[in-house]
């Protein structure tokens, strides 16, 4: 029994967004496997963090503040591939099972996204996209538990919803976005791509499983990246209200290409986080809140408690040397005339508020970096 257990806890092993999801590669066919298949027995889990998605504040001020207050949440994952075929098994704690009421506009349901870039060798902005890189993300929520009526697809705009042997709708979505204001409904019915849930002894597990290359994605390269998403309902998290894990590379086993992928996405930083603390309280927190330091007025710019988290080291390098190459939308003028987060310039060019601190010596960038980095 001992050695059980402690053979089991060796198995977990732990990715941070330094660290590749290796898949293993199975005879066979992944195509439509679900949480309960067997072949996940040949693949092992991986622990991955996840981080509630606070940098844009929604309407929702009492959600808003159950999304922050959740914090940070592991998700295990495994993954198998067959040649063709990619899959993905999650499983997460969640002591409430909340399941869609359609009776009730103040309920929300639990579930599962993952996205990927819709080309490779591009990362997009995490959440959702940006204008120029776009993202594929699939959503699967515990659908409805009342027996379905024929327009309840119109009415809750599935795209398909289905009985699962433990009595769980799972409603399937597929979108194409970029940015989460712009994206495009994925006809999940003309496609291959399956999603399950289920609920057992207090824990979710969700599955899916898609073609390698599709109309929609080619992951068709020894790595890519995907992100994870998890929904609790209880916490009324929906939308981008979520926990949300980095970009993680993927690594298809017995693929040799695609390292430079990795070696890219899983680049270290080494620089001094006192100082880099230092930093930012002078040059930031006149814009940016982040965990205690709240001097900046509420909507003035993302807040970044946790975008040490979601956010990858090329990200957040970019964006403080070119804050205009990924501009986080959401705070235009229509919307929030006192806190535009961007502006138009002389050429008709929308550009970020934010400076660029490329004017900032390399040591110093490496220190508010490294400062960043622990912000979650
Ligand atoms: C004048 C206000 C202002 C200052 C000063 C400022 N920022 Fe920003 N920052 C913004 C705005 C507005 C955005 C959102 C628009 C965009 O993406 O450019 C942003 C975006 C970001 C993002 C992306 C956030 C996300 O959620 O993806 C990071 C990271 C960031 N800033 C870091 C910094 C750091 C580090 C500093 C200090 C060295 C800094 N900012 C200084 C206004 C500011």
Redesign the pocket.
């Known amino acids: 029994m001992l050695a059980k257990i402690i053979l089991s806890i060796f198995m977990v092993c732990v990715v941070s967004a330094n660290e590749s999801l290796l898949v293993t590669k199975v005879p066979g066919n992944v195509l439509g496997i679900k949480t309960t298949s067997k072949a996940w027995m040949s693949a092992n889990f991986v622990s991955i963090k996840t981080y509630p998605m606070v ?1 844009i504040k929604t309407n929702d001020l009492k959600a808003n503040r159950l999304n922050f207050e959740g914090g940070t949440k592991n998700i295990q994952v495994k993954a198998l591939y067959d040649g063709k075929n990619i899959a993905f098994l999650l499983k997460w704690r969640d002591s409430t099972k909340n399941i869609a009421d359609r009776l009730s506009t103040d309920s929300f349901e639990d579930g599962f996204g993952i996205e990927m870039p819709d080309k490779l060798d591009v990362m997009p ?1 995490v ?1 959702f996209g940006d204008r120029k890189n776009g993202v594929i993300y699939f959503m699967a929520k515990a659908g409805l538990d009342l027996p379905l009526q024929s327009n309840d697809s119109v009415l809750f705009g599935q795209n398909e919803t289905k009985q699962t042997d433990n009595a769980i709708n799972v409603t399937e979505e597929g979108y194409r976005f970029f940015g989460f204001r712009t994206f495009r409904r994925i006809n999940l019915q003309n496609s291959d791509t399956t999603m399950d849930l289920r609920y057992k002894n207090g824990y979710w597990l969700g599955s899916i499983s898609k073609q390698i290359v599709d109309k929609f994605s080619n992951l068709n390269s020894g790595a890519f990246i995907v992100s994870f998403s998890i929904y609790d309902g209880q916490k009324a998290q929906r939308g981008r209200l979520r926990n949300l894990s980095a970009w993680i590379v993927v690594k298809l086993e017995g693929m040799d290409t695609g390292e430079q992928l990795a070696e890219k996405m899983n680049e270290k930083i080494a620089g001094d986080t006192t100082n880099g603390e230092k ?2 309280l002078k ?2 927190s ?3 809140r982040y965990k205690q330091v709240t001097r900046a007025p509420k909507y ?3 807040d ?1 408690s946790f ?1 040490g988290g979601y ?1 990858n080291l090329e ?2 390098k970019e ?2 040397l070119n ?2 190459m ?3 939308e959401d ?1 235009t003028k229509t919307a929030h005339p006192n806190f535009s ?2 502006e138009t310039n002389e050429e008709g060019k929308e550009i ?4 660029s ?1 490329d004017w900032m010596s390399k040591g110093k960038i490496d220190d ?1 970096l490294a400062f ?1 980095q622990t912000l979650k």
Do not use: R, T
């Open positions: 940098s902005y959440d930093i930012a040059n930031c006149i814009c940016h003035m710019a993302p970044l975008i956010g990200y957040l964006s403080i804050p205009n990924v501009q986080v705070f987060w961007s970020s508020i934010m400076p601190f508010l960043l």
